[in-house]
């Protein structure tokens, strides 16, 4: 055989490599998470329970929207403190894919260049990442404090018949500091 023919056998040969991997990718493309499901209002109120077994009533609202280039979460919540002070607080995420399946970046601040970039941990801004898992949509935050502790913020949103069961979970080092579980009706 001729080198120029074995040349011509090893194109051949990695191109069909590629071929066969390309293609062996296609069925995971389209189990890409989707986030059409999730999209709407939802609003509940629960009972947030801390560390020391102490509860504060607290109102919630999320709304899931569709972006050109991902989506968007915003969510309020409205705690009333046992001295009569009511507590609002307003966020708004933007996802982005990423390039693991099913794994969303945040993109939440503007850089010199005007895009959109996650926020930085390490100078008190959270890190904030979603994932998508089967009828859970899941935010995640972290925070790394000035003497290197952390917090990390679980939101799992799981789709049900006429709304989402909402988990909130707080751990401060590892331990858990505050929880919550209730269910947001679909608006």
């Excluded at 899941?138 to 789709?159: A, C, K, M, N, P």
């Amino acid at each position: 055989m001729r080198v120029r023919d074995r040349a011509r056998l090893s194109v051949v040969g990695v191109l069909a490599l590629v071929a066969v991997v390309w293609a062996s990718a296609l069925p995971k493309l389209a189990e890409a998470a989707d986030i059409a499901p999730f999209v709407g209002d939802y609003v509940g109120s629960a009972d947030v329970v801390d560390a020391s077994g102490e509860t504060t009533p607290r109102d919630m609202s999320v709304s899931i929207h569709e972006t050109s280039d991902g989506f968007n979460v915003s969510w309020r919540t409205t705690t009333y403190k046992g001295d009569g002070r009511v507590k609002e607080q307003k966020y708004s995420v933007d996802f982005r894919p990423s390039d693991r399946p099913d794994v969303f970046s945040a993109a939440m601040k503007r850089n010199v260049f005007g895009h959109e970039v996650p926020l930085d941990p390490m100078k008190g801004e959270p890190f904030v990442w979603g994932r998508i898992d089967g009828a859970t949509l899941t935010v995640f935050s972290l925070f790394i404090d000035e003497r290197g502790g952390y917090e990390l913020q679980q939101f799992d949103r799981t789709l049900t018949e006429n709304g989402l069961d909402l988990s909130f979970s707080r751990f401060r080092d590892g331990l858990k500091s505050r929880s919550v579980q209730t269910f947001l009706e679909k608006r």
